[in-house]
């Protein structure tokens, strides 16, 4: 199972940037498949993660209203679309692969794959 993640950069605050998350070695319509960050100093954290039945989604209260991550099941990707970026959203984004359900949809341990992270730098 390979995950690779793309899309980051700089962005201006209050700006937009969509990553993609390209998923291979699995039938991604049968795994849940979450975005997480990890800025420097401080702990990997869930950004956006669907839960096992795919009734709902978790957002980081820190997100909500502001990022949107989608799929593409024929095309084996994930996206996650940020608006009105901030300065403090600035951290390496990775996709990663949850197997089984979980009741705690966004915790990082429940992950079996990561994908090598991709860079998202908020300034001025």
């Known amino acids: 199972v390979q995950l690779q993640a793309s899309g980051g950069g700089l962005v201006h605050p209050g700006g937009s940037l969509a990553l993609s998350c390209a998923v291979s070695?699995?039938?991604?319509?049968?795994?849940?498949v979450g975005w997480f960050r990890q800025a420097p100093g401080k702990e990997r954290e869930g950004v956006s993660c669907?839960?096992?039945?795919?009734?709902?989604?978790y957002y980081a209260d820190s997100v909500k209203g502001r990022f949107i991550i989608s799929r593409d099941n024929a095309k084996n990707m994930v996206y996650l679309q940020m608006n009105s970026l901030k300065p403090e959203d600035t951290a390496v984004y990775y996709c990663?692969?949850?197997?089984?359900?979980?009741?705690?949809?966004?915790?990082?341990?429940?992950?079996?794959?990561w994908g090598q992270g991709t860079l998202v730098t908020v300034s001025s």
């Open positions: 990663a692969v949850r197997r089984y359900p979980s009741d705690l949809p966004c915790a990082p341990f429940e992950y079996d794959y």
């Open positions: 669907p839960s096992s039945g795919g009734g709902s989604t």
């Open positions: 070695g699995l039938r991604l319509d049968r795994y849940v």
